[in-house]
């Protein structure tokens, strides 16, 4: 059996918390807040990963992907990605009533994030 790559990994365990945090701002936040919070998180990462990409290089920027195989330490730092929005999932909870876009849009930018990292570390192999 194959070894799931750490990377993809990732993407995975960030998409889970944003719908979660979806989940609880319609449930919680302004009514009828559904489609455009659906909306949101899939344009904004769709437009991320190849504008990310453009820009970097313009302005000649070359990251590798977030977890390296040879620095563990890295997969902690990313993780810190699902955990910010976990945490964010627990505001709308906290306080009801309001339009949480802006927190959507956050999560789903680090999910494009992850989804990047991802795309290089399937590349690299």
Known sequence: MKRIEPN????????????LLI??????????QLV????????VP?????????????MGMQRPPMIHPH??????WASLFPALIILAAG???????HDYGLLIIIAAIFF?????????AARAR
């Open 71 to 76: 620095a563990a330490s890295t997969a902690v």
């Open 36 to 43: 455009k919070y659906l909306a949101i998180a899939i344009i």
């Open 46 to 58: 769709a437009a991320f990963v190849p504008l990310n990409g453009i820009m970097a290089r313009r």
């Open 112 to 120: 494009g994030g992850t989804v990047e990292s991802a795309i290089k």
């Open 91 to 97: 505001v709308p909870v906290v306080f009801p009533g």
């Open 8 to 19: 993809l990994l990732l993407a995975v365990a960030t998409a889970i918390p944003l719908i």
């Open 23 to 32: 989940a609880t701002a319609t449930l919680f936040g302004a009514p009828g």
